[in-house]
C-alpha cells in the first residue's frame, strides 16, 4: 500500500518569500505524485502531476516540485508568495496497478503575511 | 464545458437516517470516485465506478453504497448515519475507458452534517 507525508500542517511566509511545502511518499512500485490545492468551502484544484517523465515538473500559478526518487519526495515550492496562495495544500499518490485512486496526506495549510 | 457538479450543496441529516449524495462528472469522462474529507483532515477514498460498476474500495463500512447511471452520473448513498459520518464529500472524475487518465478533476463537494 502507499501512503504520504506531508511535514508541517502549517506553514506560515511572508508576501514575496519563498514557498516550500514538504510531502515524501511511500510505495513499493513507481507512483505517480500530485499536488493539489483547496480554497475555504471549495473542491480540490490540481496544481502539478508527476507521472514519469520530467522530474522537475512545472505547474499552475508559479508552483512547481521536483521527484526526488532516492528520498522518496516530492516537495512544492514557489519563489514568490502571494496573498492569493493562501489555501491548503494536499500532495496525493497513486500507483499503475491501483488504477488511479488517490491516497491523499493530511495536508498543509499555507498563510501569507502582508 | 461544465466540470464536476455536486448535488446538494450542504445537507443535514439525523443519527440513524440514510442519505443520498449525487455527482455529474466532466464532460467526456468515464470514471467516478468518491472521497471523503472529515474536517482537518485529506480526502480518504471510498470507491470508484466504472462502467455502471464498483471498480475499487476503500476501507469504508458497507454502509457506504453507490451506484453509476448509463450517463456515468453516480449516487453515494450512507445508511444509518452516524455523528462520524460528517464530512464533506468530494465526487472525482477522470477517464478510464481509453487506458489509465492520471488525473481527477474534483467537484466542490457536499457538505454533510450529522446531528
Known amino acids: 500500500a502507499q501512503s504520504v507525508t506531508q511535514l508541517g500542517s502549517h506553514v506560515s511566509v511572508s508576501e514575496g518569500a519563498l514557498v516550500l511545502l514538504r510531502c515524501n511518499y511511500s510505495?513499493?512500485?513507481?507512483?505517480?505524485l500530485f499536488w493539489y490545492v483547496q480554497y475555504p468551502n471549495q473542491g480540490l484544484q490540481l496544481l502539478l502531476k508527476?507521472?514519469?517523465?520530467?522530474?522537475l515538473v512545472k505547474g499552475i500559478n508559479g508552483f512547481e516540485a521536483e521527484f526526488k526518487k532516492s528520498e522518496t519526495s516530492f516537495h512544492l515550492t514557489k519563489p514568490s508568495a502571494h496573498m492569493s496562495d493562501a489555501a491548503e495544500y494536499f500532495c496525493a499518490v497513486s500507483v499503475r496497478n491501483a488504477g488511479n485512486m488517490l491516497t491523499f496526506g493530511g495536508g498543509t495549510r499555507l498563510m501569507v503575511k502582508p | 464545458d461544465a466540470g464536476v457538479t455536486q448535488s446538494p450543496t450542504h445537507l443535514i441529516k439525523t443519527r440513524g437516517q440514510q442519505v443520498t449524495l449525487r455527482c455529474s462528472p466532466k464532460?467526456?469522462?468515464?470514471?467516478v470516485s468518491w472521497y471523503q474529507q472529515a474536517l482537518g483532515q485529506g480526502p480518504q477514498f471510498i470507491f470508484q465506478y466504472y462502467e455502471e460498476e464498483e471498480r475499487q474500495r476503500g476501507n469504508f463500512p458497507d454502509r457506504f453504497s453507490g451506484h453509476q447511471f448509463p450517463n456515468y452520473s453516480s449516487e453515494l448513498n450512507v445508511n444509518a448515519l452516524l455523528l462520524g459520518d460528517s464530512a464533506l464529500y468530494l465526487c472525482a472524475s477522470s477517464l478510464l475507458g481509453t487506458g489509465i487518465s492520471y488525473e481527477q478533476y474534483f467537484g466542490p463537494g457536499t457538505r454533510l452534517t450529522v446531528t
Open positions: 508527476y507521472t514519469s517523465a520530467a522530474t
Open positions: 510505495s513499493s512500485v513507481p507512483p505517480y
Open positions: 464532460s467526456g469522462h468515464d470514471t
